[in-house]
């Protein structure tokens, strides 16, 4: 087998599936495969589309490894899900898709077991969100395709279960507010044992781990070599954090964007954290727990902006401070910081295209800011993903919190992390990126303070 140099990384988000190629001597991606993930609304539940995932992730492999032999994969996915597996490593039930309502519908029953917040750092969310409500809600509804399980696997390790036929679980996906994971004592949660879940849980590997060489099959399917290990992988905004911690003297936070924007922050300032309004506590690559919090606000960007052109000036800025034109939480309800206000826009007449893209990127970067706050994060700020491209953002995040934000280089800040499971992890990309001030000009202060004036106001949200 070849020295490790370049790593396939299967990124799986809720939005968009990728497979990237990255370059672990510059830590940088050298090339990348993209497709659209939607979950199939047909019977039993919504669930996601996995055969098309695999194809699409085994097309992949083959074309990226004809371009550049590819010597390892790493596996990232997005957080709130898990497979049910037989004797065999097939399905037992379709793989549920976490924004299906039906889990709710047994909600009395799933509170009355699963662990108060302080023994998970899982606040109660709605539907699919606590991965262990969609497993109640599975054994209930269907007692004997659940009882042909034979493992429970985190949405990485299914992954990595196709590629090598190993099964494994990992902490990052364990401790992503599913119920299931006690981050401080790093064991099971009380919630496993009182199901009678233990004995399904598939044995909790590191998420640098190496589980296996590339099944046979697989290999002769893509090109690979027979012996190109699969690492274990890990959750998706653990991977954006991974390469920090490595690196990063604290404090600082990272700011994980995608479907979800999800806050972390290390070494910050110690804070009681407060499950009604979406804070939590995930668990990082290293094992430890870490302060989060969250909001949809990749899927608020989609929607705001359906149908409008993304253009905007400095004149258009200039407007938007000017007249304090506020869009107020939030357009995804029941999760983030707001999670029962509805959304509305204030000094809004008149509004051009381009002021209201503005005002749409200003609105993301105040809730983000609020998610940090939420969480008592320091230091700077470093943006992960998709929104790190956005100035706007940017800008107004730093004024929002006033400290530096840093705007990662990497289109997908996701693979890096992914990536580097696979390296002796000696080093990473510290501040790898431009690093943003905030403002010099009060305006940007002024529509901070007016944005969170108008909120306070009405506070339709838990105190």
């Not at 898990?82 to 976490?98: N, R």
């Not at 034109?325 to 029941?334: A, D, Y």
Request: one cysteine or more; charged letters at 15%; proline letters at 7%.
């Amino acid at each position: 087998m070849s020295a490790i140099n370049h790593i396939a990384v299967i990124d799986i988000g809720k939005t968009n599936a990728k497979v990237a190629l990255v370059d672990l001597a510059t830590l940088s991606e050298v090339a990348l495969r993209r497709m659209k993930n939607a979950p199939v609304r047909q019977a039993p539940y919504p669930h996601h589309d996995i055969e098309s995932l695999w194809t699409f992730i085994l097309n992949s492999l083959a074309s990226l490894n004809r371009e550049q032999r590819i010597n390892a994969i790493s596996i990232t996915t997005h957080g709130a899900t898990g497979a049910l597996v037989d004797a065999s490593g097939e399905l037992a039930l379709p793989v549920l898709d976490y924004e299906f309502d039906g889990p709710d519908g047994l909600a009395a029953d799933y509170d009355a077991v699963r662990p108060p917040f302080a023994q998970t750092g899982t606040p109660r969310l709605p539907m699919g969100l606590n991965l262990g409500a969609q497993f109640f809600w599975q054994q209930k509804r269907f007692p004997a395709e659940f009882a042909r399980a034979t493992a429970m696997l985190m949405y990485p390790q299914y992954w990595a279960l196709r590629l090598t036929g190993i099964a494994a679980n990992e902490v990052t996906s364990l401790g992503c507010h599913t119920d299931l994971w006690n981050p401080w004592n790093a064991d099971f949660s009380s919630l496993v044992d009182r199901l009678g879940w233990r004995g399904l849980m598939a044995p909790v590997r590191q998420a640098r781990d190496r589980l296996g060489p590339i099944l046979p099959a697989l290999a002769a399917r893509t090109g690979l070599e027979p012996q190109t290990p699969v690492f274990c992988g890990l959750h998706d905004s653990n991977a954006s954090l991974l390469p920090h911690l490595l690196s990063d003297a604290p404090p600082f936070s990272v700011v994980s964007t995608g479907t979800w924007v999800v806050s972390m922050a290390v070494g910050g300032r110690q804070v009681a954290l407060d499950p009604a309004r979406d804070t939590l506590v995930n668990v990082n690559a290293l094992g430890a727990p870490v302060p989060s919090a969250r909001f949809m606000g990749g899927r608020e960007f989609s929607v705001l902006t359906e149908g409008h052109s993304e253009d905007w000036t400095e004149d258009d800025v200039a407007n938007v401070l000017a007249h304090k034109t506020l869009l107020m939480p939030s357009t995804q309800q029941g999760s983030g910081p707001f999670p029962h206000r509805a959304a509305g826009w204030l000094n809004a007449e008149g509004m051009t295209n381009g002021q209201r893209f503005v005002a749409i990127s200003f609105y993301l970067a105040v809730m983000t800011s609020v998610c940090l706050d939420l969480i008592g994060a320091d230091g700077p700020t470093i943006v992960e993903g998709p929104f790190a491209r956005n100035r706007l953002f940017i800008g107004m995040l730093a004024a929002a919190t006033t400290r530096p934000v840093i705007a990662s280089e990497a289109a997908t800040g996701t693979s890096i992390g992914a990536a580097l499971l696979a390296s002796d992890q000696g080093r990473a990309a510290q501040g790898k990126g431009e690093r943003t001030e905030p403002p010099a000009d009060p305006a940007w202060v002024d529509y901070v303070r007016s944005w969170r004036a108008a909120v306070d106001a009405d506070k339709i949200y838990p105190a």
